[in-house]
């Protein structure tokens, strides 16, 4: 592990550390165009018939009233929809698609809300009026959406070393439970939509999506043409939080009729419509034993998780992701299992696996900490690991510790007395929470051209997308540092299959895998401004060897001599009449590397406050302090601002989220943002994040690993640690709920 000395004596120089979103200005304008603002001449709204029962067969589709209604183009349905194939298995980063069922493929209702029938119509809402027209009968049978999970297949291990349930018997101090974790829906503000184009070839494809290149893939395989006649674009995003990773059966629905009716067509779906067939993070239940020696000392730890799942898919949500690696124990296995729902296929959601394994995990730890009667920052330093004792090998990089100990002197954490309801201010029962974090660090393939102009701007462009976290800004933030071309002279085009194909949005990789290839591309670039001054009459460099020509800031020079000698690019294209020279940059993914010799991941320690009114039981989070190992911070603003977004859905997942299925019709019932509930500005604590900044250069040169979802980990852990040290009532089951604290003692004797 590196120490503070080389902390300091590594990292690089920042010449534009804090840039503003480049995007920012086109976004609050109202300039930005987000895929359902597209309008095209005869375009046609499409909108679908959702299910209406849980589980049981479609038997009839009348569609005699809605087709004679004003407007309307096309009713479609299983028996005229046309050819809609499945997607081969997917190979890597292609292909992928979680529900993989297209739509209208057989008359079997497997969830409530999946689609049966679409209507579409000159106007939106007349396409309305007539799919809700369209009567659709059914035979109804018994559907299952109980939160209950037991395992009717068989669980997998995950990780496993030592004898665990031997260390658990003999173990001095042990702690034996489980943890659930609700249904969340992704709720981007952006609902998901496709607006889709033929022109009699090709489809165009606008889409909200994280993953452009992913999604013309998936499409082209479901549409039954080749890939190059398909085209997404997804310039801007309203987020997506994982939900708009893969495509979903809407987006075939909008591209057949297009197809079919050769005209545009546009179908958003609707808020409801969000809870049911665009994904889902799925309900957890994991059991966590961790045996102890009074010293603190784990012995064994064992985590068996489920998650539900649909019927015809199988997402594995992945709850022990983090749980080989935390900690040191001699003695582990993690296991997982999938359970059969009629819900709609799940799918990734901001940090999945992690997210609900570490609140298990972390959550044990701090009873753990209880029954040992130890504080818990000490209990997690006493168990530190020196390597990945999962993997064998050691950590890239790992400052969980100094994570840890940052974060409890910046939140006064010494001042804390360990007995329930002991600390008080104001008035209010006070309680402090601590919990770890970690993320995966890895990177995937991505292509990026490069262009530098005569006119002295340069246009950085990939297949990748911006889902609203900054990667248009570290874009151009990297080629102005490589480049010294001011960031108004830059411009930056993601979003568009067109392009080089770049990485998705997702996983927190998109600028770890982004940086090698920007470089690599603007170093070709570079390399062709040399020889085109070598090769010029016209310019001091005139048959030097190339060689000996460096690039600096924009400027070619002698490498012996300074930068200020030598002559700007856009001088040296300009008097050789070159409109601009390019360079295309291709990095490597990590993913699956064979003899892999180190363990990659980030780190971090979430430290929360709430406040109890026993009187009146209202709780509230008022302050947490987090402190994030996510390697070099390549701009602290927009860093910054996941990290607190993240907090705030924090918040969310420990005391409000959970997507609620009503037992009598397989519905989720509270589907809408008044009924599903989030975290709101009177919600939000005072947030206080640390960067530790240690660059990570075995993840790419600038040593970014990236920061989107780790700072979810954790959180809601620490929430519900400070919970029981507020209440002494330890909610296990997602989120803590008022009826949860009625009875706590501190209501009782206040
Ligand atoms: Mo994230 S769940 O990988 O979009």
């Known amino acids: 592990m590196t120490t503070m000395m080389d902390r300091t004596t590594t990292v690089p120089p920042r010449t534009n550390g804090s840039l503003p979103r480049v995007d920012g200005a086109l976004k609050v ?90 209507v579409v119509a000159l106007t939106f809402e007349q396409a309305v009026a007539a799919a809700n027209a369209v009567k659709v009968t059914y035979k109804a049978d018994k559907h299952n959406v109980s939160d209950h999970l037991e395992s009717d297949e068989k669980s997998k291990v995950d990780s496993q070393r030592g004898d665990p349930d031997a260390a658990f018997k003999t173990a001095a101090v042990t702690v034996d439970e489980t943890y659930g974790t609700p249904t969340e829906t992704h709720n981007p503000i952006e609902l998901h939509a496709s607006v889709a184009i033929w022109d009699g070839q090709s489809f165009t494809l606008y889409e909200t999506s994280q993953a452009v290149v992913n999604h013309r893939e998936v499409m082209a395989q479901m549409l039954g043409v080749p890939t190059e006649n398909v085209r ?57 034993r961790l045996g102890a020696g009074a010293d603190g000392k784990l012995v064994a730890v064992m985590h068996d998780s489920l998650n539900h799942t649909s019927i015809l898919d199988d997402y594995e949500e992945g709850c022990s992701e983090a749980t080989a690696y935390s900690y040191s124990t ?85 001042k804390r007395t360990p007995e329930v309801g002991s600390m008080k201010r104001d008035g209010l029962t006070l309680g402090w929470g601590v919990a770890g974090c970690s993320w995966i660090a890895e990177r995937m393939e991505a292509e990026v051209a490069v262009e530098l102009r005569g006119d002295g701007t340069a246009r950085v462009s990939s297949a990748t997308q911006d889902i609203g976290t900054g990667t248009y800004t570290v874009m151009s933030q990297i080629v102005s540092e490589k480049t010294g071309i001011p960031h108004d002279r830059i411009e930056v085009v993601l979003g568009d299959t067109a392009l080089p ?52 800031n924009g400027r070619v020079h002698l490498k012996e001599k300074a930068p200020e000698t030598g002559m700007a690019f856009e001088e040296i294209l300009t008097r050789n009449n070159i409109r601009a020279v390019s360079g295309q940059g291709k990095s490597e993914g990590t993913f699956g590397e064979a003899n892999r010799k180190l363990s990659k991941h980030s780190f971090g320690a979430q430290f929360a406050e709430v406040t109890w009114q026993p009187e009146i039981a209202r709780l509230r989070v008022s302050r947490v302090v987090t402190v994030i190992d996510a390697g070099r911070i390549l701009n602290p603003k927009p860093a910054r601002n996941q990290i607190e977004g993240a907090v705030v859905m924090g918040v969310g997942m420990a005391i409000f989220e959970k997507t609620k299925y009503d037992s009598r019709y397989g519905a989720p019932i509270n589907n809408n943002l008044a009924d599903y509930m989030v975290t709101t500005n009177a919600d939000s604590p005072e947030i206080d994040v640390t960067f530790l900044d240690y660059p990570d250069k075995v993840i790419n040169e600038m040593g970014a690993r990236g920061v989107g979802e780790i700072g979810l980990a954790g959180i809601a852990a620490a929430i519900t640690s400070a919970v029981y040290h507020a209440t002494g009532v330890r909610v296990r089951d997602l989120p803590v709920k008022l009826e949860d604290l009625m009875g706590a003692p501190q209501h009782l004797v206040s």
């Open 501 to 552: 194909p770049g990485p998705i949005s997702g996983g927190s990789w998109a600028s770890a895998s982004l940086v090698p290839a920007v470089s690599q591309a603007i170093e070709k670039a570079h390399q062709t401004v040399i020889m085109a001054a070598t090769k010029s009459k016209d310019t001091p460099f005139v048959d030097q060897k190339p060689e000996a020509l460096a690039v600096t």
């Open 232 to 288: 997404v674009i997804s310039r801007f995003l309203g987020s997506g939080f994982g939900g708009k990773l893969w495509p979903w059966t809407h987006c075939a629905i909008a591209a057949c009729a297009a197809r079919d009716l050769k005209r545009p067509v546009k179908l958003v779906v609707t808020r409801d419509m969000m809870f049911q067939s665009v994904g889902h993070r799925p309900r957890t239940q994991q059991r966590v």
């Open 330 to 414: 001699p003695n582990l296995r993690a296991t997982s299992g999938l359970v059969r729902r009629n819900v709609g296929t799940p799918t990734s959601m901001r940090g999945p696996g992690a997210v609900p394994g570490l609140f298990a995990l972390e959550s044990a730890m701090d009873e753990l900490a209880v029954k040992l009667k130890i504080d818990p920052v000490k209990l997690r330093l006493v168990n530190e690991p020196a390597i990945d004792e999962g993997l064998k090998l050691p950590f890239s990089s790992r400052h969980f510790v100094e994570c840890l100990n940052t974060g409890a002197e910046k939140f006064g954490w010494a």
């Open 29 to 118: 304008s109202g300039t930005a165009i987000y895929t359902s603002d597209h309008v095209f001449p005869g375009m046609l709204y499409a909108v679908p018939v959702c299910a209406t029962i849980a589980s049981g067969t479609v038997t009839l589709i009348d569609t005699s009233r809605a087709e004679a209604m004003p407007g309307v183009k096309a009713v479609y349905h299983r028996a005229n929809i046309g050819k809609i194939y499945r997607t081969a298995p997917a190979s890597g980063f292609s292909g992928i698609v979680d529900e993989r069922r297209p739509p209208f493929e057989d008359d079997t209702v497997r969830y409530y809300g999946q689609y049966v029938a679409a």
